[in-house]
């Protein structure tokens, strides 16, 4: 089974979901912050732009967390040349999901034993995919980073598969000369969180019906899964 169709005259209705929505919004934004703060602990390697982000920390001495802000916030900035248009998950994303990194980061243990570690890192990548699911399904708007790609890709003509591989090769070999950690983790993120997305898409879809909605974003990218 295909991921819910891009929205096309069919909205979810802003009236009989709209609580189910903010709340599929803002807890797939915390909990994609708290996965990758589980990556971040475990120390066996991070999703692409988690990647750059570290780096950026330890040149900056900022948490992980403040640099997802302000990483996310310039992203934002790119989409006014190229003419798209944010919702509030958008908006939500910049700030909810480094906040959240930061938060958990402060709670969770340091994971000692390379068994934890390895509990830490497939936890963070299933609960990643979870996260993912949530937030896409409420359709309130894509992330700025996956906004960027999908802006390029209607720019340019190239397809958002490349314009994605493009970004994300270009964040992770930067993080990774800034001290970003890359390992088996980022290997079996990149394998395994396609799938799981397209999971937890299907499980967290909710009803569509015709009609115009004031929250709602315009369309979901096609042939793509959509992170903050």
Known sequence: MS???????????????????????????????????????????????????????????????EI?????????????????????????NVFAVGLALDGTLALLPDPRSLVLRGLFLLA???????????????????????????????????????MRTAAEVTVVATGFALGGTIGVGTVLYAVSIGPLAQLFLRLFALPVAAGGSTVVAASTPERAILRP
Do not use: C
């Open 124 to 162: 963070g990548i299933v609960l990643n995919g979870a996260a993912t699911g949530l937030y896409i399904a409420a359709r309130f708007g894509a992330g700025p980073r996956d906004g960027l790609m999908t802006g390029l890709h209607q720019r340019t003509g190239r397809s958002i598969r490349l």
């Open 68 to 92: 997802s802000i302000a990483v996310g916030a310039a992203v934002l900035l790119l989409w006014i040349p190229l003419r798209q248009r944010p919702g509030l998950g958008t908006v939500s």
């Open 3 to 65: 991921p819910p169709p891009p929205s096309r005259g069919y909205v979810v209705s802003a009236h009989g979901h709209i609580g189910r929505r903010l709340l599929q919004l803002y807890a797939g934004l915390a909990l994609y912050g708290a996965s990758s703060a589980l990556l971040v602990a475990s120390g066996l390697g991070l999703e692409p732009w988690n990647v750059l982000h570290q780096g950026l920390a330890k040149l900056t001495g900022l948490s992980i967390g």
